[in-house]
């Protein structure tokens, strides 16, 4: 049976941390509502589950599973399939980081680069327009998951919290959730570049974006947003076609 996670935030029993499954439920929103338990979940592919957590993943209930994966990848690493579940696959559009154009790069610039290629998924984004327009049509509970459900899913997760209504802080928490649940993997990271390390606490980010996430990529999401839209609400109804009533309806739905 895999290690529980029912200590972290969020958490949806049985389930190994590293799997970085979790229920967007009991996020708040800004006007004092919250985020229905158990109809939004969002991990890292499911190939990796054991038969208990399979097992568990069919007694969500779930009515969708959407894959964020391009094509190629979903194949390489397949979900697996149940009569029960709807599947879909939706590119959340990260692109492939050109590494040679950061041949002599600082750590900082490394990080700055790593951060930009990850805010421009907030725009174009097929795999969010894919959860929200499922979310809509009521097909829920519905789960959203990547490779190891960091940025990807993180991107999409802070879109859909977006448009249920709640504050950046919310979305930098539930990104940054991430780094609890995968707490194995960095310390495990964080002993094997001990040397690294060592130079400069400049080459701590480079360790933790290779399981983790960091704090400055997520706020770069939302600067992005805001440089690009003069409000979130223009955004959510550019991106995806959300205007303010089918905001009302999304929220109506998804929140308590």
Same mark, same amino acid.
């Given at each position: 049976m895999?290690?529980?996670?029912?200590?972290? @935030?969020?958490?949806?029993?049985?389930?190994? @941390?590293e799997v970085n499954l979790r229920d967007l439920g009991g996020w708040p929103t800004a006007d004092g509502r919250v985020v229905r338990p158990g109809l939004i979940f969002r991990s890292s592919r499911l190939d990796v589950l054991d038969v208990d957590?399979?097992?568990?993943?069919?007694?969500?209930?779930?009515?969708?599973?959407?894959?964020?994966r391009p094509e190629g990848e979903a194949?390489?690493? @397949?979900?697996?399939?149940?009569?029960?579940i709807r599947h879909a696959q939706a590119d959340a559009g990260r692109e492939v980081l050109a590494t040679e154009a950061l041949d002599g790069a600082s750590p900082d610039e490394v990080v700055d680069a790593l951060a930009a290629n990850t805010a421009a998924m907030a725009f174009g984004n097929a795999g969010a327009a894919k959860v929200l327009g499922l979310l809509e049509e009521g097909e829920a509970p519905l789960l959203f998951h990547c490779n190891s459900g960091r940025d990807r899913s993180g991107v999409v997760a802070m879109v859909v919290l977006m448009a249920l209504g709640c504050s950046d802080d919310v979305l930098l928490a539930d990104y940054l959730l991430t780094n609890a649940y995968?707490?194995?993997?960095?310390?495990?990271? %964080?002993?094997?570049?001990?040397?690294?390390?060592?130079?400069?606490?400049?080459?701590?980010?480079?360790?933790?974006?290779m399981a983790g996430v960091l704090e400055q990529t997520g706020h770069a999401v939302l600067d992005a947003i805001d440089a690009a839209y003069p409000s979130r609400a223009a955004y959510l109804r550019k991106e995806y076609?959300?205007? %303010?009533?089918?905001?009302?309806?999304?929220?109506?739905r998804y929140l308590r």
């Open positions: 895999s290690a529980s996670v029912g200590a972290l @935030p969020h958490a949806v029993e049985g389930f190994d @941390p957590e399979l097992v568990r993943l069919q007694r969500l209930g779930l009515a969708c599973v959407v894959d964020l194949a390489a690493h @397949p979900d697996p399939r149940f009569p029960s995968r707490a194995r993997s960095l310390a495990y990271l %964080e002993e094997r570049y001990a040397d690294v390390l060592r130079l400069g606490e400049e080459y701590r980010p480079l360790v933790t974006v076609g959300l205007d %303010e009533r089918r905001l009302s309806l999304l929220r109506a």
